[in-house]
């Protein structure tokens, strides 16, 4: 069974950290356990987004290359307490 994305974003063109952060700030705005998919050429971005989601309790669902644009399946985690509180 496949989830459908909540959201979809073509950040084709932006280099790094733009992608991380666009989707980090995507995330923010959605519900744990919903979709993002994200387009992506920046080749940074193979590293960063697994990386990015291990740290912030998300999930990376999928990761797969398609005629030179980097497509990513991340699915939104718990929210975390601040370490600053």
Known sequence: MTTAPALSLDLRGLLCPLPVLRLAKALRGL????????QATDRASWIDVPHFCAQSGHSLVA???VAGV????????PDRPDPES
């Open 31 to 38: 519900p744990e356990g919903a979709v993002v998919e994200m």
């Open 63 to 65: 990761a797969r290359e």
């Open 70 to 77: 980097l497509i990513y399946t991340v699915a939104r985690g």
